[in-house]
């Protein structure tokens, strides 16, 4: 350790501090409560190669912290040394800052943790026939020997804070500390998927987790009801990657939700990507609530700067905004193809929701539960949302909607939103209630667009768009439980259709069936149009399927959707137009109800947004 230097004018008054207090200062932005330490040792044996971390804490870390791994081991010499201020064997000039591979650097966190804890560290090296004991306290080493102990290292830190009173007397209650304990023990154990860790708490084995994939992972630590709680991500360009899983907009928390980022195998914090995602859900969620995310983002290393805090992290990137625009439209994007293709769970096989879409009948609750009092353009505007709002429907007033303002509105957003990258383009948005209240006034826009009125906002539905998400869903229906009736005809059109077409049809022809399309082919490319769809115009077949054929081709190939929903969706592509202009409230009622019966309601499995609100209030204003 650094002497003490003395100087010889008794006038200056500067002077070095001891090592032993240096480091304890230092440990004072590095080890701010046992959790610290926990983080700080744990990254240190997976900085080691270890493949088996063990965890064992007494009293939420106030009398021992222990890991223990089989990670490469420290020489006699290293063994001593690792306690030194800025010994490191992980950099050795400043430029390797900017290659980093490993989760520490700065060669403090050991040094620190000595300098305010009794630490017992026994390791060795694979290769050595005897291990090493040190034996530290407060900075002074006390014994430095040889030992028998296995391949690894183990260090025991005990009775943390024994000579910092102030920091013992600021330690919360052991359920809080341990919270922070497995709060650091989840964040490196998650992003190491496959290393075995083990945590025990006070001899009771808490978690124990098997070397898995990162879902396997996911769900090990935060229980098996995550299995189907998630959806993936995955996105990739020259320059960044993105993977991980996403949670399904209905498992948003109001709490504290289950948020993980990444980069390059470092759990970060950082409050503009964090945004960047939950923005990319803003419109499918209600106000105040946030979703789950597992989010692994790798950048050349050159590209962030990890170290700017102790802790390591807070980290700086090169050009926030890429990565901000380029994650806002993954998670986009990622949320649109869950909602047209729910992914089979890979790892478990377990089926998606919109798998089960809900058995027949007048209504069907949602199962979306979102807020209506929640304004999308008040949220382009302002990133920062205010609280949800419970729903009272109001009787509709007779005000008549400012198209003007209306539309400068609408336009204004979209200027806003233009400024996202491309692959952002597909819009959401809310749902006003899950049981929506019937309304008593209605307006119609270019025979398309209809207006209500809902509490003081103003709902505009593009209702060719909703006659999609609504058809959509009740082809699944069909295709699973409830075929369509088929109105037989009694002179069948022929249609006829070229090479891989033809093939498609034939292949697809029992699920056309459930469909309501009877069609069987005759000879060559030649099918005979036995059925249609009861009560549907059966005018143009030819041109119907052939334009469902090209979709369904396209779709399997951009979305590798599986064949039903595929179909589904095709189909409803092609009669979502045939959505006739709403005259009678009646009608008006019976769309709305319908609609918010889908599991989806807000967007077309296509991803294009349903409807939008406006809050009155804003119309008005100038
Ligand atoms: P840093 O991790 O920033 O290098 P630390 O104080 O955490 O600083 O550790 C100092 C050094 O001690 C490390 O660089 C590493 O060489 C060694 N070391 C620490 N923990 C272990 C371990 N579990 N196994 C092997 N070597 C270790
Ligand atoms: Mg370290």
């Known amino acids: 350790m650094r002497s003490n230097f003395k100087t010889d004018k008794m006038e200056d008054i500067i002077h070095l501090l001891p090592d032993a207090v240096a480091n304890q200062i230092a440990a004072g932005e590095v080890v701010q409560r046992p959790a610290s330490a926990v983080k700080e040792l744990l990254e240190n044996a997976i900085d080691a190669g270890a493949t088996t971390v063990q965890l ?118 052991d359920n809080t500390e341990f919270g922070c304990i497995e709060e650091e023990f989840t964040r490196v154990a998650l992003i190491h998927p496959d290393v075995a860790f083990t945590l025990y708490h006070n001899g009771k084995l808490t978690y124990q987790l098997k070397p898995g994939n990162f879902k396997q992972r996911i769900v090990g630590i935060f229980g098996s009801h995550f299995n189907d709680k998630l959806f993936p991500i995955e996105q990739e360009t020259t320059f960044i990657k993105i993977s991980g899983f996403l949670g399904k907009p ?13 980069i390059n195998h470092r759990f970060i914090k950082h409050n503009s990507l964090h945004f960047s995602v939950e923005s990319a859900y803003d419109q499918v969620l209600p106000d105040g609530t946030h979703p789950p995310y597992f989010l692994c983002i790798e950048v050349d290393p050159a590209t962030i700067d990890v170290n700017i805090s102790p802790t390591k992290i807070d980290i700086k990137l090169q050009d926030d905004r890429v990565v901000y625009g380029f994650l806002h439209a993954a998670v986009k994007k990622a949320i649109g193809e869950f909602s047209l293709v729910p992914q089979l769970d890979f790892d478990y096989n377990t089926e998606l929701d919109l798998d089960n879409v809900p058995q027949g009948g007048p209504v069907r609750v949602p199962k979306l539960t979102l807020d209506p009092t929640y304004n999308p353009f008040k949220s382009f505007a302002n990133p920062s949302r205010g609280g949800g709002g419970s729903y009272h429907p109001q009787r509709p007033t007779t005000a008549a909607p400012d198209w003007d303002n209306f539309l400068k509105e609408i336009h204004n957003t979209e200027l806003v939103s233009e400024e ?41 539905f593009d209702t060719v768009r909703a006659n999609e998400r609504i058809i959509y ?64 115009d059966a ?56 609609l918010f019966s889908c599991l989806m309601p807000s967007i077309t499995p296509s991803g294009a947004k349903v409807f939008e609100v406006v809050e009155l209030e804003s119309l008005f204003r100038q």
């Open 56 to 173: 064992v804490v007494k009293d939420a870390g106030r009398t021992l912290i222990q890991v223990i791994d089989d990670g490469k081991g420290m020489s006699f010499n290293d063994a001593r040394l690792c306690f030194e201020r800025h010994a490191t064997s992980k950099i050795r000039k400043a430029d390797d800052l900017f290659s980093l591979q490993t989760k520490g650097f700065r060669g403090e966190a050991l040094a620190s943790i000595a300098a305010i804890a009794h630490v017992e560290l026994k390791t060795k090296r694979a290769e050595d026939e005897t291990g090493t004991l040190v034996l530290i306290e407060g900075s002074e080493i006390k014994e430095h020997s040889l030992t028998t102990t296995a391949d690894g290292t183990s260090i025991a830190v005990k009775n943390l804070f024994f000579n910092v009173p102030a920091r013992r007397n600021f330690l919360k209650s």
């Open 250 to 262: 209905e498992c948003a928390k109001k709490k504290k939700a289950e948020q993980y980022m990444f």
């Open 420 to 460: 996202l990258p491309e692959q952002s383009v597909m819009q959401f948005d809310e749902s006003p209630a899950t049981n929506i209240q019937e309304v008593d006034a209605f307006q119609m826009f270019q025979k398309r667009y209809l207006v209500v009125k809902l509490e003081e906002k103003m709902y505009v």
């Open 473 to 536: 869903e009740s082809y699944l229906q069909a295709l699973k439980e409830e075929p369509v009736v088929v109105q037989q005809s009694l002179f069948p059109e022929t249609i006829t259709l070229k090479g891989s077409k033809a093939e498609l049809l034939s292949e697809i022809k029992d699920d056309l069936l459930k469909l309501g399309y009877d069609i069987e082919p005759i000879s060559g490319g030649n099918f005979a149009v036995n059925g249609t769809p009861h009560n549907e």
């Open 539 to 594: 005018s143009d077949v030819q041109t119907l399927v052939e334009n469902l054929l090209d979709d369904y081709q396209s779709n399997m190939m951009s979305y590798r959707a599986e064949r039903e929903k595929n179909l589904a969706l095709s189909l409803a592509r092609q009669k979502k137009s045939v959505m006739k202009p709403l005259t009678a409230l009646p009608e008006v009622n019976n769309f709305l109800q319908q």
